[in-house]
């Protein structure tokens, strides 16, 4: 039961820690908390739903509602931020345009499509399950385990073993220098947008699999877990935002699983205000924290 | 009261009490708005204040007058305990801590008993009238008014303006920002009794993000020049689903694509903006 637990909690952390990765790697270079993420989040999910009822795998379905989210992460990101970037506005001001978008964006999209929850196809995973020991492991949760872990190595691999990695890196440092080093900043704030986009997207592709409910408000049920990791794992710290992001899916199932099922949202506010009062630069925070 | 107003209050009744109740939690926002602090936490603290209230006059049979003034200490109470550890940090802190507050007593309502579930609490009294909301909102549009044109008020603009330089002044930044927050739970809690208290029903859907970000959209809408611009950007964005009937599937979108334009193109809100219009043209 507890090993049950234990692996069922990992595997839904491994969802939250993908999510919370391309949110945090969103604030770490452009210094901004956008909260149209959440909407990546819903798009992905709403794509591969729409594939696959055209009668697309899952092998397709996945990585194409990706790169659809992507896409839709660097539009938002242009038409939204440019203009501010552009003339320094204060961070506040970024946050309430992109709230004002989101808000926008799914109320459109729930006018669109109706606020019912939607199932994908049922076969588009095996239904089977593999057994080791008592623990019984389902065909969705090696996929979403696998992609996850797919998806963050190939993260780690461009930001630390590319030139262009280089660059995004150096952005997050210090985007002015960057700058004057001949770094295109504003493509590789595309690229940055580009990249959140598509960890977001594959997040909700694999989230609607594993609980097999896709609705236009998902990403925005799924933005209070980003919040909680994010800050947890320090703002614009990669490795910070794995560990909470899998320390948090272990919790909730445990809190679902032994204390009562009702009280896993309030738990994962617990830990915010708790790391608030004593370590609001994150548990494994290198403080670059702008005090007043 | 003559017999067509009568009759124009009876047919309206309820956008009346929507107006006054909408103008309370547009002011709510403003005043952390002024101090350059962004809580998105006003539903929540209007969702506290209607609950508490509710089960007070239902479950333990309180008189209104009791009501009324106890409604603000569930309200404040999240305020501390949300704004002592943020309020020291950046402002995205504050703003992302009061996102989650909203999400997490949405999620507290629907799977604790007390609160009715998904059904929420029905059967609430009708115990506020027009003239309590009027009078409240009257008295804190005056009172704002007020510490507006006080030191304190000057005080305020300066941490917005630059929160460095003015507590470099001499102002104790982090007493007024914990301050407004107080003030905007103790405002957007008093909203949220009275709106209890005129509609009979309260559900956990009524206090999520869409009512917090639409809150936002009435002070940016008006501005924060005067404490009046909220209220009446409020008002305009209570009235316009009511005047344009094709508007209201889509008045979130509207909402939403309000903020993003104000905070893109009119960072002193439309009223703000006329009213330095106005006033350069006498002063030429």
């Known amino acids: 039961m507890l090993a049950q637990q234990l692996v069922n909690g990992v595997l839904l952390g491994a969802t939250y820690a993908l999510f919370a990765l391309g949110f945090t790697l969103m604030f770490g270079v452009l210094r901004v908390i956008n909260l149209t993420y959440g909407f990546y989040f819903s798009a992905g999910a709403l794509l591969a739903l729409w594939m696959a009822r055209q009668g697309a795998s899952i092998w397709v379905a996945l990585p194409l509602a990706a790169l659809g989210a992507g896409c839709i992460a660097v539009v938002l990101d242009w038409v939204l931020l440019t203009r501010l970037r552009r003339i320094q506005a204060p961070e506040l001001s970024s946050l309430m345009v992109t709230l004002g978008g989101v808000l926008a964006l799914y109320s459109a999209l729930t006018s669109w499509l109706g606020p019912d929850i939607r199932r994908l196809p049922p076969g588009i995973v095996s239904v089977d399950a593999f057994h080791i020991g008592d623990i019984r492991v389902t065909a969705a949760q090696v996929l979403i385990l696998g992609a996850t872990a797919l998806l963050v190595a190939a993260l780690l691999l461009l930001m630390r073993g590319t030139r262009l990695g280089l660059a995004i890196r150096a952005m997050a440092e210090k985007p002015d220098a960057a700058q004057l080093m001949g770094i295109d900043t504003g493509r590789a704030a595309a690229l940055v947008s580009f990249i959140s986009g598509c960890l977001a997207g594959a997040g909700g592709v694999l989230i609607g699999l594993n609980f097999n409910a896709i609705h236009p408000y998902m990403g925005e049920t799924m933005m209070l877990r980003g919040f909680v990791v994010i800050i947890v794992g320090g703002l614009g710290d990669i490795r910070g935002a794995l560990l909470a992001g899998l320390a948090l899916g272990v919790i909730e199932v445990m809190t679902a699983g032994y204390v009562a099922s009702g009280l896993k949202e309030a738990v994962a506010f617990l830990i915010l205000v708790a790391v608030l009062w004593t370590r609001p630069s994150g548990l494994f925070g290198r403080a670059v924290l702008r005090r007043a | ?284």
């Open chain 2, 1 to 284: 009261m003559p017999a067509w107003l009568d009759d124009l209050l009876w047919t309206y009744q309820n956008l009346v009490y929507a107006l006054g109740i909408n103008g309370l939690l547009a002011l709510s926002m403003y005043v952390v708005l002024a101090v350059g602090q962004l809580s998105l936490g006003q539903a929540a603290f209007m969702g506290l204040g209607a609950y508490s209230s509710a089960l007070m006059t239902l479950k333990l049979g309180l008189p209104f007058a009791a009501v009324l003034p106890l409604s603000v200490v569930a309200p404040v109470a999240f305020a501390l305990a949300v704004g002592g550890p943020t309020l020291r940090l950046a402002g995205v802190y504050l703003a992302i801590a009061t996102i989650g507050l909203g999400e997490v007593l949405r999620a507290v309502y629907l799977n604790v008993d007390l609160f009715g579930g998904a059904l929420g609490l029905s059967g609430i009294p009708e115990r506020a009238t027009a003239a309590m909301i009027y009078g409240l909102l009257g008295l804190a549009v005056l009172g704002l008014w007020l510490i507006g044109r006080s030191g304190i008020g000057r005080a305020m603009e300066a941490m917005r303006e630059d929160e460095t330089a003015a507590a470099v002044m001499g102002v104790p930044v982090r007493r007024y920002k914990m301050g407004a927050l107080l003030a905007s739970a103790t405002l957007a809690g008093l909203a949220g009794c009275l709106s209890a208290h005129v509609s009979s029903f309260i559900g956990p859907n009524e206090y999520g993000f869409e009512p917090a970000v639409t809150i936002l959209s009435y002070a940016l809408l008006g501005g924060i020049g005067t404490p009046l611009a909220p209220v009446v950007g409020g008002w305009v964005l209570t009235l316009l689903p009511e005047l344009l009937r094709g508007v209201s599937d889509i008045r979130l979108v509207l909402n939403g694509v309000i903020i993003v334009l104000a905070v893109l193109f009119l960072p002193n809100g439309l009223l703000a903006l006329r009213m330095k219009r106005i006033g350069a043209r006498t002063a030429a």
